[in-house]
């Protein structure tokens, strides 16, 4: 069974690739020495105990933090990019989308506006000071709101919306640049059951049909086990375990140190 | 300079730290259980100085002479001050903890209005000179030089209340539940501890530390009315720099600025390759140099951390608000209007006269609400553009003599430069850090301006600055300045509906963006800084504008315009109107000076006036003026 | 204790009758109607946007404006400041653990503490310490430098700290480990068995199962299902239509 798993990973293209990540805050090893590998148009979970260093290899991923050691090379192993050093931005432009815990979008505008502000910055059309922005990149913008199915509520302020199409709203906007890689922060938090299950489904759905890979932290076993190709469990900032869920699952160490008996989650 | 001297003038330095100190303390207790920001601390900083000196006077007869005396004084204008301060919290402060922050300051700014009208009632205009203190006249010396015994006095003092405090906060359980609530105050109260009376307490000892530096100056320095707006702007400076909070902070800092300013008299006016430069001047900028410095390396001060999430002012604009462009009728028909009044209004000249101001003001709003609004970013020195545009333009005027066009073409680039500068540095912070930092710069442009005589006239200023003779030409059945009138209407219509338009451009829809997620917004690409310094840039250049447009209205200008009741002048007239709607600014900036202009000019006591009618309207409206400022709510609220 | 003059049961220690609660302009509950009978674990179910953590901080005094009765043993305590409910033998735990992270552990306790009323279980510091071993470990500790779920368990402590009656337990098990969500579990398990009422809100169906005597399912800031826990896993209909299951 692993040995399947092990030959299904290494039969994809390596996307990304993290080797040797440390960052200490304050003396605190936050993560110390992560290796892993996200393969093209895979949904790999980064699981694991809170403070285990989850958020803190997103952020760096993410170029919000400045990793103290190690690589993390964006792209195929023959011409892949360095991301650490880069801005959140930079890492942007190369096609590294991002999604929050909590849903951030932006809380003053419409849907619409929401997406075009995403699809005018990938075309590089922020510093126009003239021609009114609501006419600009629509039609675009409405494609990609039907695919999360909320060209209903185009024009409805976003402040308007249930929680869980704020989220759907969230990932229209990050799947605006046509990512190559998607993070998602915790994205089934604080949803009901059948609201996580759809959205993790539109999610898979969008990012097979764009050939985006998704690297995602959940703290939900279900959602993690229905839809994660492969499980990387991170614990004290170190990797404890990668492998297929069911691996991952069965792996003694694992059980200890962040599922117990699983019963409750 | 000998080193003698240096060092007495080092230790003055200490001593002067010394009450900076006492009263930052008390504005960072202050600030970080309550998250307000106390405009009005200077103020009780002034009356704790006033009560020193009148608790000297009753004790005199009875205990002459004696030192006694002095310090009984200093005890009892503390407690007096501290009790002033509970007064405040309860009566005025309690109501709006809830309300936005810029709302805060507008309340405890009004309050300092009325304090200082209220010692204006109480202890006259005049200066009043303080005692000296028996037992410590005279001087001991230092490397041979005379050193005053009472500095030496105070010397000891700061760090003697630092260490109190810090006993106080580490081990009392009172001072436990402050630090808890500093940090999160609805929990506080949710675990049972009476806030109300928590609040008051800690209120009341700022506000005591505040008057006790006041009681300690007076020795020092007169009282007078003028000492309020230099204490809290001092304050404000050592508490940023010292990082929002932190009592060691503060004092470090106070030290810091203190030391500087005194290097900078010491080293007296020094040649360096043929050019002198005179130290001494830099006191004037030293701290807000010292702070910009800091703020820039350490954007939370010395030893501040990152604040909990600002609560913003910064609320929902109405989508539909933002994208059309509703009301375009009732404004074309308002211009027609305006265009023709100089001839409907022949009869009565002083209505082209104020209206001028008002459009001057409506552009300076306007450009105010255009960072602070969709930009959620609270300038509280926004008149140093409006006096950069100002300046600018007189010294084309008078330095070039290129005719009164170019001045005023050439102007607005004044406050589109220091825009330029400022924004820069300003844009890396948010909230109050920002607020102070702008402060900061203005202070710095009204002091440039204040002590550049050859250059802007100084305290004089400069006179003379009239338009163009075809502007102040007689237009034949029109008020006087008809001409004027018109060329300042469409400038400021046309200034307006070119802001209106950028908002709507998506440099605007990337703006609102970065306000209302910068998170979000880095995350798709935009460079959050780079467009808020771009709308810097652009509100600087509309302000320098309306500045022009005003000097050249008056034909003369003075330090004043730069002055930081300018400053809150535009934040009143935002508010007062509203930071949803577009028209706010334009409304508000009416009102506000059409309500100045009546009311504020035979009155003594108008500050006072302005003050309370400023508390009425955010006591009134604690959540903002008739729900225009809802608070912003996560959209998800389960 | 003398013996009250109605059996426990029929007097519930915390009872909530047509509460409304706005945010700002917006109403967010509608007439919500609860009891909490003494020694019961009732879990507050629903999606998100529900209303639970609402109908939480209405109970507790931290709303501006809120309409209806709250009876806790019989005193109406709607529309006290939170401190004063707090003192009353309520105590709230927030869906953020919120602790004091520039203050150690002891300092945390410190704040919680109050003094005991009537009939309330007494928690001292050791009493605490024995139910979270964890945390008489690191007594000098910062909040801020603890674990996930140890800054979960301190928040509950502290809230024991001051002798409540009655827990308000916000999303206990919301954004932790699953270990920790079964240490959770036992926790509420165990302050059931010290005597004190819990009420807690929760989206996972079956830690809620697991801790709870009975089930109060909101939908849009209405109370659409209260029965007991066995009632609602025997009708899987309820389930599908509130709770998204």
Redesign the interface.
Known sequence: MTGQATHSTLSRTVLLSVRGLAKSFGGVQAVRGVDFEVGAGELLALIGPNGAGKSTCFNMINGQIRPDQGSIRLGNPDHSKELVGLTPRKVWRLGVGRTFQIAAVFGSMSVIENVQMALLSHARELHEFWRPARAQHRAQALELLDAVGLADQATLPVATLAYGQVKAVELAVALANQPRLLLMDEPTAGMAPAERVALMALTRRLVTERGTSVLFTEHSMDVVFAFADRVVVLARGEVIAQGSVTAVRQDPRVREAYFGSGRLT | MTLASLLVQLLGGLAGASTLFLTSAGLSLIFGVTRVVNFAHGSLFMVGVYTAWTAGQWLRPILPGSAGGFWLAVLLSTVVVAALGALLEVLILRRIY?APELFQLLATFAVALVLRDGCLWLWGPEDLLGPRVPGLTGAIPVLGMPFPRYDAALIAIGPLVLGLLHLVLTRT?FG??V??A???R???????????RLFTSVFAIGAGLAGLAGALQLPREPANLGLDLPAISDAFVVVVVGGLGSLPGAFLAALLISLVKAACIALGTVELGGFSFAFPRLTLVAEFLVMAIVLVMRPYGLMGRAAAAPRSLA?????EN??GAPGRWPWGLLVVGLILLPWLAAGSPYTTVVLVDVFCFSLFAMSLFFIMGPGGMHSFGHAAYFGLGAYGAAIVLKASGWPMLWALLLGPLGGFAGALIFGWFSVRLSGVYLAMLTLAFSQIVWSIIYQWDDLTGGSNGLTGLWPAPWLSAQVPGATANAAYYLLTLICVAIAVLVLR??L???????L??G???P?????????VHA?QW?AFCVAGTAAGLAGVLYAFSKGSISPDLVHVGRSIDGLVMVLLGGVEALAGPLIGAAAFTLLQDTAGRSFDYWRAATGVVMLLIVLVFP?GLA?LF????????? | MSTASLPAAASPILAVSRLCAWYGRAQILFDIDLTLARGEVVALMGRNGAGKSTTLKAIMGLLDRVQGSIRLEGADIRGKPAWHIARAGLGYVPEDRRIFTELTVMENLAVGRQARRSDAPLWTVDKVFELFPNLGRMRNRRGGEMSGGEQQMLTVARTLMGNPRVILLDEPSEGVAPLIVEQMAAMILDLKHEGLSVLLSEQNPAFAGAVSDRACILEKGQVQFDGSMRSLIDSPEIGRAFLGL
Not at chain 2, 186 to 196: C, F, K, N, T
Not at chain 2, 630 to 638: F, N, Q
């Open positions: 809830r359980r436990i539940l630090r808890a500093t940090q999160d609805e929990m506080v109260s949710a675990l049972g501890v009476a806030e109300s609320t929902t604009l109405p989508a933002a994208a338009r950028v709507d451009a998506p440099f605007g829809l990337a609102r963006a306000r209302d997620s998170q979000r917004a880095e995350s798709i690409g935009i460079n467009v771009a959540q729900g809802r608070m912003r709510r996560r959209p998800s609220t389960t």
